[in-house]
């Protein structure tokens, strides 16, 4: 009776064990394609990283062009601003000494 009880009792740890492994492979196998997903979310939400900071150089480039150019064209203005100055300046000499001459 012994042997048999011993049987009996290695036969239900054999089963709950072979349940165990049977539970443990599935669980695994939820593991895994739950870690699929979450690489799948890494890999998307690293790609949109990559397009954020690609978007903020090229921002940044504009920037810097835009920058360039208005720095250009107050320079121009500042010339052109001193040229019509001295134009101005002559303009009235003219004028000044044509009516002292007309005067005279």
């Not at 690609?54 to 720095?71: A, F, H, P, Y």
Request: overall charge negative.
């Amino acid at each position: 009776m012994n042997y048999e009880a011993a049987i009996v009792v290695l036969f239900i740890f054999g089963v709950l064990l072979i349940g165990v492994v049977i539970f443990l492979v599935f669980q695994l196998a939820n593991y895994k394609e739950q870690l699929n997903e979450l690489r799948k979310l890494v890999w998307n939400l690293s790609a949109s990283v990559a397009q954020k900071n690609q978007v903020k150089n090229k921002d940044d480039q504009l920037d810097s062009t835009i920058k360039e150019q208005m720095d250009k064209m107050e320079h121009a203005l500042a010339e052109a601003g001193h040229y019509l100055g001295c134009a101005c300046a002559s303009i009235d000499h003219f004028l000044t000494n044509d009516n002292e001459s007309s005067n005279d």
